[in-house]
């Protein structure tokens, strides 16, 4: 059965204080992981999708890599607006199911 | 682009009552929808998938005569819950998947803004 697991629950840095959020996964067949952030009472919002280990996706202060076992969500410099909870998840075999983790709730402060 | 757009977002209603809850892609057609359930500190669990012009998928688990699922068109997927009780209060959340810039089954899904729904 897949499992996603992401670590830390919670996490709280002043601004600016770059920080990464992990995710780890056991799937057979990977077909993609995908990273969302989603905000209170909202739907997640899409991030970014990686395919294979080594593949890197940037978009502004976050950057997400993927190894075989794990993916990390650095966040460069965070600010107050990144505040939410960012999520994983896995999608495998005919990659219409995705699994997901429980999320990183991420605080930045002033 | 790829918007999905859920209505309503909030449901507060009795006990026994059925609840309606639409899921549209506004800007793309979906033949495949899908719907989750999210508890608060939970992740989002698959419940089913909705097929356009053909029955759902449901996750093992899920009861089908209680979550019915309907996909009349290419962008128009419900989920009612029928005679709704208390432990079916949940944040309901549905997405589709944008086939328009190809990539096939790794596109990734987009999600509406989700239906909290409580039953009282």
């Known amino acids: 059965e897949d499992q996603v697991t992401q670590s830390p629950e919670a996490l709280r840095l002043q601004e600016g204080e770059s920080s990464s959020l992990n995710c780890s996964y056991t799937?057979?067949?990977?077909?993609?992981l995908f990273w969302y952030r989603q905000d209170p009472g909202k739907g997640p919002e899409f991030l970014f999708t990686?395919?294979?280990a080594g593949e890197e996706k940037e978009k502004e202060r976050l950057k997400a890599t993927l190894t075989k076992k794990e993916s990390f969500l650095h966040i460069t410099a965070p600010k107050p607006e990144d505040s939410a909870t960012y999520l994983c998840?896995?999608?495998?075999?005919?990659?219409?199911?995705?699994?997901f983790g429980t999320g990183t709730q991420l605080k930045v402060e002033l | 682009g790829a918007v999905v757009s859920q209505h309503p977002s909030w449901v507060i209603c009795k006990s026994g009552t059925s609840v309606k809850i639409e899921c549209r892609s506004l800007?793309?057609?979906?033949?495949?929808m899908f719907w989750y359930r999210q508890f608060p500190k939970q992740s989002l669990m698959l419940m089913a998938t909705?097929?356009?012009?053909?029955?759902?998928?449901?996750e093992q688990g899920v009861e089908k005569d209680k979550f019915l699922i309907n996909h009349a068109s290419l962008t128009l997927s419900t989920l009612t819950v029928t005679s709704a009780h208390p432990e079916d209060s949940s944040f309901y959340i549905c997405?589709?998947?944008?086939?328009?810039?190809?990539?096939?089954?790794?596109?990734?899904?987009?999600f509406g803004d989700g239906t909290r729904l409580s039953i009282l």
């Open positions: 997405s589709a998947r944008d086939f328009r810039g190809g990539g096939g089954s790794n596109q990734p899904q987009h």
């Open positions: 799937v057979s067949g990977l077909r993609g």
């Open positions: 990686l395919y294979s």
């Open positions: 998840a896995v999608a495998e075999g005919g990659g219409n199911k995705l699994t």
């Open positions: 800007d793309f057609q979906a033949t495949t």
């Open positions: 909705s097929n356009e012009g053909s029955k759902a998928t449901y």
